[in-house]
Every structure is written in structure tokens, then in C-alpha cells.
């Protein structure tokens, strides 16, 4: 908060974090967002029939607990996941190198979005990979994904919800990945966002 005080200039990834640092506070942040490389994500890979949980860590913000759930009510889809609990529709493939990480988002079905985050640059190199992107209706990813276009968002906590929009975006793969790729690319690179850091 004193180095807040004392910045000429404070910036913030997303309006969500924005209002949790002006909650009481007299001093408004600048919301800059996040961008991606988008030439490393090029996507030429087949898409596999499966949703994408990809955190690098479970802790109180990544908790691998909502897509076990889901999993769960879902047992004709197949789910790949990071951490987890294994099922017969639940696969569980660790912490991923880079290359690895980044070819299970690019042969993903569906990129699943539970984690309350401040941004969300994952999101992101699913969206530039041409992957949909299913989860909750908060954080960062309300402000990126554009419902029925990039994606589909769930009311925080209802599940059934949240299947539907999973069973959506595999229905509407097509149309909705070419939507993913034409949005990174016109909203999620670096050179606008560095310009408003310059500014």
C-alpha cells in the first residue's frame, strides 16, 4: 500500500483486481491487460476430444477440486488435468515442461476455466491456439472470453451449468475456434498493451 501511495503510476491486469485495490483507497489503478506472443501459438495440431485443466500448482485459487467434480458429472467426456484425482474419464498427466504444456492446450477439445484469476494467460494461449474456453463466470475470465464466441461462462458454483457450457463449445467447436484465433489476434497481443505501459 506505500509503494502504492508513493507510484506516480500503478497498473492492474484486469478491472476485477482494479476494484479490489480501490476498495478503500483513494487511488485509482490503470487497468492494463495482459497479452501473449501470438506467433508462438499457431496452432497446428488436430483438436483431441478432450477438456484441459492445466494449473501448475493446486493451492486455495487453483483447486483441481471443481473439474474433479465435474468429471464426475460428466463420465462420457473425457478430462485431462494437471493434478487430480484419476477416473475411468480422468487423466491425470503432472506439471508439464513448456512444450508439453503447450501442446496439451493446442490438442485440447475444450480449455476449462475454474480458477479465480487476476487475468488468466492461459485462457489466453488457449484462445490463440483456437480452443474454447468453458468455466466460471469471474475473475479474468469474465473480461476475455465473449459468451457464445470464445466461450462459455457458468454462475460461479452451479455445475450443471458449467457441463452445459462444455457440451456448447464442443457443439460449436468450429465456428467458436476460428472466433478464439480471430480474437487473440485482434485483442491479446503484447504491442497495444507495452504502448499503454509507455504512455
Not at 487497468?31 to 483431441?48: C, F, M, Q, R, S
Not at 515442461?97 to 487475468?119: C, D, M, N, S, W
Not at 457458468?154 to 460449436?172: Q, T
Request: hydrophobic fraction near 40%; aromatic fraction near 12%; glycine fraction near 8%.
Amino acid at each position: 500500500v506505500n509503494t502504492i501511495k508513493q507510484a506516480d503510476a500503478f497498473t492492474v491486469p484486469s478491472r476485477w483486481v482494479a476494484q479490489a485495490f480501490a476498495y478503500g483507497m483513494l487511488k485509482a489503478p490503470t487497468v492494463i491487460h495482459h497479452g501473449i506472443d501470438l506467433a508462438d501459438w499457431e496452432n497446428t495440431y488436430k483438436p483431441l476430444n478432450y477438456v484441459l485443466w492445466n494449473k501448475a500448482r493446486v493451492d486455495a485459487v487453483s483447486d483441481s477440486a471443481d473439474v474433479i467434480k465435474l468429471a464426475a458429472l460428466m463420465p462420457n467426456t473425457h478430462f485431462v488435468s494437471t493434478f487430480g484425482v484419476p477416473a475411468t474419464n480422468f487423466r491425470i498427466i503432472g506439471r508439464q515442461p513448456y512444450q508439453k504444456h503447450k501442446q496439451a492446450i493446442q490438442q485440447a477439445g475444450v480449455y476449462l476455466a475454474t480458477a479465480r484469476e487476476t487475468f488468466g494467460i492461459g485462457t489466453l494461449e488457449a484462445l490463440a491456439s483456437g480452443v474454447p474456453v468453458a468455466g466460471w463466470d469471474y475473475g479474468g475470465q469474465s473480461e476475455i472470453i465473449i459468451p457464445g464466441e470464445t466461450g462459455y461462462l457458468a454462475p460461479y458454483g452451479d455445475y450443471k451449468v458449467l457441463s452445459e457450457c462444455v457440451a456448447k463449445c464442443f457443439d460449436e467447436r468450429k465456428r467458436m475456434s476460428a472466433n478464439c484465433v480471430a480474437d487473440a489476434r485482434a485483442r491479446w497481443g503484447w504491442q497495444d498493451k507495452i504502448e499503454q505501459y509507455a504512455n
